[in-house]
């Protein structure tokens, strides 16, 4: 038994060091895409259109399907203050009716641009999809941006991402909490 906790142990620890290895030999491109009205248009809620529509089909096909994907939303600090956001996350509760909401943690952080930090070992499509508020599925937790996220009164949002190579999976956890130590999001389970 002890030997083999410890060649499980020693796998991790040499899956991690790849891990680092790539890190260090990769150079990490962030893409941004910026998130307006149009994105959020209320046709597309829970009507499998978003993916399909002419406007947003490129950039949906675009997006990371197998990788593994760091990302974090970030809004303008000066057009959604500290102050207001109590009453926006209560709107948001109230009108997702029933979808799964992202955690709200029940002492508001300060607001400093970052709304949410976030990972997928695959998929990315579907979560950027889910996000947005337009899956079908009601069940999977995520910002449900259609329902309440107003461009018009917060600015646009810009949804930051990397993409990492297969071997990354192992260390996405980990990076993702660091990186929300450090940006701090407002929305979201992480205690930061």
Same mark, same amino acid.
């Given at each position: 038994?002890?030997?083999?906790? %410890? ?17 260090? +030999?990769? +150079? ?12 959020? $248009? ?47 996350? $209560?709107? $948001?509760? %109230? ?35 889910? %996000? ?13 941006? $259609? ?5 018009? +009164? ?35 389970? %992480?205690?930061?």
């Amino acid at each position: 038994m002890k030997k083999k906790i %410890h060649d499980i142990v020693g796998d991790q620890i040499n899956k991690l060091n790849k891990c680092i290895d790539t890190l260090k +030999d990769s +150079d990490l491109k962030i893409k941004t895409i910026e998130i307006d009205s149009s994105f959020l $248009a209320e046709n597309y809620i829970k009507s499998k259109t978003f993916s399909k529509c002419e406007i947003f089909k490129d950039l949906y096909e675009s997006l990371p399907k197998k990788e593994p994907v760091l990302y974090w939303f970030t809004y303008d600090v000066e057009k959604l203050k500290s102050d207001s956001l109590e009453q926006v996350f $209560a709107d $948001a509760r %109230h009108k997702t009716n029933g979808r799964k909401f992202s955690e709200i943690p029940k002492i508001l952080r300060e607001s400093n641009g970052t709304l949410y930090v976030g990972k997928v070992k695959d998929k990315f499509h579907y979560r950027f999809v889910n %996000h947005l508020g337009h899956s079908v599925n009601d069940k999977t937790g995520s910002l449900q941006l $259609a329902y309440w996220y107003k461009p018009e +009164d917060f600015g646009n949002l810009k949804l930051n991402y990397i993409v990492f190579s297969e071997e990354m999976k192992t260390l996405l956890g980990v990076l993702e909490i660091e990186l929300a130590k450090e940006l701090k999001p407002i929305v979201g389970s %992480h205690k930061n």
